[in-house]
């Protein structure tokens, strides 16, 4: 009599997670970057509903309430003309994640193209991106922004300009290397064999195979950008006054730090909250996209 074999389990005869459902599963799994997500998306809803949210008017003057500390009317304080600290606090968030976001989009826009004609294309086109992009890396980030930002001029829009363009070198040098390690794999020989052309072949089988290393360091890269922004409003060539911003916050605090140092205690705290919480969400991107991680 033959043996009956038993019928597979739905588990059994389901098909594999794919490494995305994978990745998400190993993000979950640490809370470093699940508590950097939630206080991401804290700040990102006190930018959406700010108008809400907000007690006062950032930009209201009060010269009855010059430099007042905390108290049950105004929680964080107010300032050298009356403002309130807390409204100004919510309101800057957006100035920073919108310098944030957009700097890196910018920065996307340019390097992604870049290296991918660099690492695809090779040859004497790889050799002139390549010592462009070393000449860019050579200065400092934060001084080539701010020798961008003094061009274009004082604003919030030439300051994201000014972040974007000097962040691009790093995507550049990134997606080239990126290009250069999966161009070689047997999917790519395989494609290039039946005869698709090179533009499809980068869009269609090279550039989602580099996703992953990409947004990491977006990630990365939206916190150096919140400190450029900070740092550039902190000069004067970020976003303007009235509007609120936490760098021109900053600079206006550094003038009262024995009579009211609340006033530099929450930008500086907001700066080093918003900044903490997407390094740790990026770390923690970078081990879930890790293949290496079980």
Not at 27 to 53: D, E, K, M, N, T
Not at 64 to 77: C, D, L, M, N
Not at 181 to 210: F, M, Q, S, T
């Amino acid at each position: 009599m033959a043996a009956v074999l038993p019928l597979p389990t739905p588990e059994a005869v389901a098909p594999p997670a794919g490494p995305w459902r994978r990745a998400w599963r190993r993000l979950l799994r640490r809370r470093a970057a699940l508590l950097g997500l939630a206080v991401v998306f804290g700040f990102v809803l006190l930018a959406v509903f700010a108008p809400w949210v907000s007690p006062q008017d950032p930009i209201a003057t009060s010269w009855g309430a010059i430099r007042k500390p905390p108290s049950a009317e105004h929680w964080f304080g107010t300032d050298e003309i009356g403002r309130d600290v807390l409204a100004r606090v919510i309101w800057g968030t957006r100035a920073s994640l919108l310098a944030g976001v957009v700097s890196v989009s910018i920065s996307l826009l340019i390097g992604v193209p870049v290296g991918m004609a660099a690492g695809f294309l090779g040859g004497w086109v790889d050799g002139v991106i390549s010592r462009i992009t070393d000449a860019f890396l050579a200065c400092p980030f934060l001084i080539l922004a701010i020798a961008l930002a003094a061009f274009l001029g004082p604003s919030l829009t030439n300051a994201m300009v000014a972040i974007g363009i000097s962040a691009a070198p790093i995507f550049v040098r990134l997606t080239r290397g990126q290009v250069l390690a999966v161009k070689v794999e047997d999917y790519v020989e395989a494609a290039r064999a039946v005869g698709n052309p090179p533009l499809r072949i980068a869009l269609r089988h090279i550039l989602p195979n580099i996703t992953a290393p990409l947004m990491v360091q977006a990630t990365l890269a939206i916190a150096a950008a919140v400190i450029a922004e900070a740092s550039l409003s902190f000069l004067g060539l970020g976003q303007q006054p009235p509007a609120p911003s936490w760098g021109s916050m900053l600079n206006t605090a550094k003038n009262f730090m024995d009579n009211a140092p609340w006033m530099a205690i929450w930008p500086g705290l907001s700066i080093f909250l918003l900044v903490l919480a997407f390094n740790l969400l990026g770390d923690g991107l970078r081990d879930a996209f890790d293949p290496r991680q079980r």
